[in-house]
């Protein structure tokens, strides 16, 4: 029996283990209402308070997808941020990542918002990317540089509209930071083979969200690793964990903007396991893996 990969940090263990509490390995075995009571139940244990003196306000766009606007008491830029929360397109909200926005936002002295997508099984592709695709073209259309942000799923809806958006003509996008993002990769070798029974997201469990989102294989903007060509794209930052499943779509795409010519900055946390951004609280590597992420988009951002 192959000895199964697990870090040795005492942070991220300790943050593992928290998780379990919550959310068990075989989560994704139950129904759907359960695995979003589970997932509501974590986020909140990892919820921290606002800045002081930011201002969130919630609204709709197009009248109909709820988005949730972070302004921090000093703005240093113009610059729009577009956040997309990760949660295998199943899962996630408005709340479930609303301290890390009102964080990141902060830390690059930028508006942010966030937006609370469709999410599968009742709202299978291409629900989820239209939803933040309009978000992004209202952004656009506001004339203000956009910095487009996304972890796990979100990183995919990420690059999906940043690539789309290129695709389209549409100008105005200055970077995109995609952290843990699963981008297309064939779940049989490399990171999928080695990490199949990574802490906190097996392969299988990735193969079960593909399976519930529906996205065709032939759509590049669900699997941005499948476009033939990602020459014009704008900057990116990509970090992906060591112990992880996802962990080499990260590294493909890293390679593959670099091969078009693309700026890119690539970091991989050689001590972290999926979803650590919510252990940057708990663990020194998370904390320093958060650090460069604001870091990062905050020189996007630009002053």
């Not at 990892?46 to 930011?54: I, K, L, N, S």
């Not at 499948?226 to 704008?234: H, I, M, Q, S």
């Amino acid at each position: 029996m192959t000895e199964r990969p697990m870090p040795t940090e005492a942070g991220i263990l300790a943050f593992h283990k928290r998780c379990e509490d919550f959310y068990p390995a075989d989560a994704v075995d139950a129904d759907i209402g359960q695995q979003r009571a589970w997932y509501d139940a974590l986020c909140a244990a990892f919820d921290a308070p606002p800045p002081e003196g930011m201002v969130k306000q919630d609204r709709l766009v197009a009248g109909r997808i709820p988005v949730r606007r972070y302004r921090p008491a000093r703005v240093r830029s113009q610059t729009r941020l577009f956040y997309i929360h990760g949660g295998g397109f199943v899962v996630g909200s408005l709340d479930s990542h609303d301290a890390i926005c009102a964080e990141i936002s902060e830390a690059a002295g930028a508006e942010l918002v966030s937006v609370d997508y469709r999410l599968s099984p009742e709202h299978v592709w291409p629900a989820a990317f239209d939803d933040c695709w309009a978000v992004l073209v209202e952004l656009l259309l506001e004339n203000r540089p956009v910095v487009v942000i996304g972890d796990s799923a979100g990183g995919n809806l990420a690059a999906g509209i940043v690539l789309k958006a290129r695709d389209e003509g549409l100008k105005g996008i200055a970077g995109q930071a995609l952290v843990y993002p699963g981008l297309g990769g064939d779940l049989v070798s490399g990171s999928y083979a080695a990490m199949a029974e990574a802490p906190g997201l097996s392969t299988a469990d990735v193969a079960y969200y593909r399976e519930v989102y529906k996205a065709p294989e032939d759509a590049a903007h669900a699997f941005p690793l499948r476009a033939e060509n990602l020459a014009g794209l704008p900057p990116a930052f990509i970090t992906g964990a060591y112990f992880d499943p996802l962990r080499d779509d990260a590294r493909a795409y890293a390679a593959r903007l670099i091969l078009s010519g693309v700026p890119v900055e690539y970091r991989e946390e050689r001590q972290m396991i999926h979803a650590w951004l919510r252990a940057r609280f708990m663990s020194e590597g998370a904390r320093a893996g958060f650090a460069a992420l604001c870091d990062a988009v905050r020189r996007m951002a630009g002053p």
